[in-house]
């Protein structure tokens, strides 16, 4: 998915301190709110996803560096997703879906279709471009889309690739999981990734209570869709992140209503570089993002090309065009220590 945000926030991701979060602490372990602001998908009809990564609060977690949810939406209201070619550096996407599907074309010859409970996972490293469009037949989009960054060794060396996975479900009491990244529940992911993480969706019955192993090198996101979900006490509402600090080897989430709870963990050890995102680009430094973009505008060998591409709207844009920089050099915005600070 791209960030179509006309003027894109630019963010440095590194270690630092910021104002305190809103913060609470009811069982010992302290859980950090991190509050989702609407973003429009552009069109006279945008769908608005929520987005909770990245902001000024919190930048990362691990490498995750990007979260929006979005939906359910009636697709005969918003008219879907519909985004055009656009490029991406130095990441990785992961589209997750709940219900719907979204056709993807990238210029790395790869084609596939997202649907519910399987991942679909596309490496930018040194540039690629791609489109996402829901399907004819979708009369509800619900999902997520997150990004991965990439660390420095790697970023330019990888190529443009496309992964697909669909995990079996692992069952506990009171719940099951989808484990589409990394080890959790003694499940593990085949899908190669490049610093250390965990992603999964996690279905909880009501009443439900899960003492959930983690890695407490890891910190962790709690992403809520559904239900009445608790993290280690502390209420995290619907399309917030409940987020813990490294240190912490047990999560204890419980859905406190009457009606079944879901929702997407995130974790990773602490990222440990420095990172600019602009609009769809990751990179190391202003003169990166300068040039991504004047590579982009100049349909540059960088990106390549999609190939079949169809919108909704025939008289649409056929690719995005990047917005304007900013007349300054990007700024940097702190990433807070992979601990809550109350």
Request: proline letters at 8%; charged letters at 20%; glycine letters at 14%.
């Amino acid at each position: 998915m791209s960030n179509t945000e006309v003027h894109p926030d630019e963010v440095v991701c590194q270690d630092g301190g910021l104002p305190g979060p809103r913060a609470a602490c009811v069982d010992g372990v302290p859980v950090e709110i991190i509050e989702a602001r609407d973003v429009p998908l552009g069109g006279p009809r945008a769908m608005t996803v929520r987005r909770t990564l990245p902001q000024r609060q919190r930048s990362m977690i691990g490498a995750w560096c990007f979260a929006d949810h979005y939906g359910p939406d009636d697709v005969s209201a918003t008219g879907g997703m519909d985004v055009a070619p656009h490029p991406h550096t130095g990441l990785q996407t992961v589209s997750w879906l709940f219900e719907g599907a979204i056709d993807h074309i990238d210029s790395g010859g790869n084609t596939g279709r997202v649907l519910p409970g399987e991942l679909n996972l596309m490496t930018a490293g040194y540039g690629i471009c791609h489109s996402e469009v829901s399907t004819a037949e979708t009369t509800t989009l619900h999902g997520v889309q997150l990004w991965l960054a990439l660390p420095d060794a790697v970023r330019d060396g990888l190529g443009r690739r496309f992964e697909h996975y669909a995990p079996d479900p692992v069952a506990f009491e009171g719940g099951s999981a989808l484990v589409f990244l990394g080890t959790l529940l003694g499940q593990t992911s085949p899908v190669a990734v490049h610093s250390p993480l965990v992603g999964a969706e996690i279905r909880l019955e009501a009443g439900a209570l899960l003492a959930l192993d983690v890695d407490p090198g890891f910190e962790h996101g709690v992403l809520v869709d559904a239900g009445e979900v608790t993290l280690d006490g502390v209420a995290v509402p619907r399309a917030t992140v409940g987020y813990t600090g490294i240190g912490t080897g047990i999560l204890h989430l419980r859905n406190e209503g009457t009606e079944p709870a879901r929702l997407v963990l995130i974790g990773g050890a602490p990222f440990g570089e420095e990172i600019i995102m602009w609009w769809n680009f990751v990179g190391r430094d202003s003169d990166e993002i300068t040039r991504y973009r004047e590579e982009w505008q100049a349909h540059g060998d960088r990106f390549g090309r999609v190939d079949g591409y169809v919108g909704h709207d025939p008289d649409g844009l056929t690719r995005l065009p990047a917005p304007a920089l900013p007349g300054v050099r990007l700024h940097p915005r702190q990433n807070r220590p992979p601990h809550v600070q109350e």
